[in-house]
């Protein structure tokens, strides 16, 4: 198994408000409405939104309730673009669940939460070299 | 916000159990143990390994129980290679939460859960290109 990920798929309630929601956030899809998935073509790899009970079903795992212990994590360049993309959730309907400030890591974060409860943690971390097409690398 | 994801952390219950069964599929780590958490370079993003009440706490949300409808996707080169995965998986301990086979959607895949009850399904899906670097690219 090479080290990678090609895609994450978000259980979401209703697929057109959840659609709605990403796109508020200036994200575009051009998956036909037909399909009843939506995918998003993110950096090198793939945000998928599909109906909960049909991810669960796909993957051969029951549902459980609320969240399930994954956290999404949008790296920006600095800590007033980790305050806009806050900002924007906001506005977007999202429950800000952590609002912006210092970590205990020494960078700066908040988290947002999508409409279907999926965290979103939007952080400015100085140690994590963000190359021009928004790919990260550790340091050594 | 740019239309990308930076990294995934996944919660888990037992940090060096966690670690060991990705280190069993070929993942690599260079985060020093004192760290308290598992940054593997997944491309060109990071996932991540960490303790799952403390993720949820860092992401302001409560804690739900069992699955909480978020699926990761590894695509594969060929259908063997979906096989292999799957095998090195189940050999790592992993439930096989479905065998390989073919898809409604055409293609071929199974699906892995690890050890912490987060499901990854191996993909074989000829309409997404993936580069050398293990990009994936959606058809246009």
């Known amino acids: 198994m090479e080290q990678r990920i090609t895609a994450?798929?978000?259980?979401?309630?209703d697929l057109g408000r959840?659609?709605?929601f990403y796109?508020?956030?200036g994200w575009r899809s051009n998956t036909p409405p037909e399909m009843e998935v939506v995918f998003f073509?993110?950096?090198g790899m793939v945000l998928a939104l599909w109906d909960r009970e049909k991810i669960a079903e796909d993957s051969g795992i029951q549902l459980g309730t609320g969240y399930g212990g994954v956290t999404l994590a949008y790296n920006g360049r600095s800590p007033a673009e980790v305050d806009a993309v806050i900002a924007e959730a906001r506005?977007?309907?999202?429950?800000?669940s952590r609002e912006p400030g210092e970590t205990f890591w020494g960078g700066y974060a908040g988290v947002f939460v999508d409409l279907d409860g999926h965290p979103w943690?939007?952080?400015y971390n100085e140690g994590w070299v963000l190359g021009e097409d928004g790919s990260v690398t550790l340091p050594h």
């Open 23 to 25: 796109e508020a956030l």
């Open 18 to 20: 959840a659609k709605a």
């Open 8 to 13: 994450i798929t978000l259980g979401v309630d």
């Open 121 to 123: 943690e939007v952080a």
């Open 41 to 43: 073509q993110a950096g």
């Open 91 to 96: 506005a977007a309907g999202a429950r800000i």
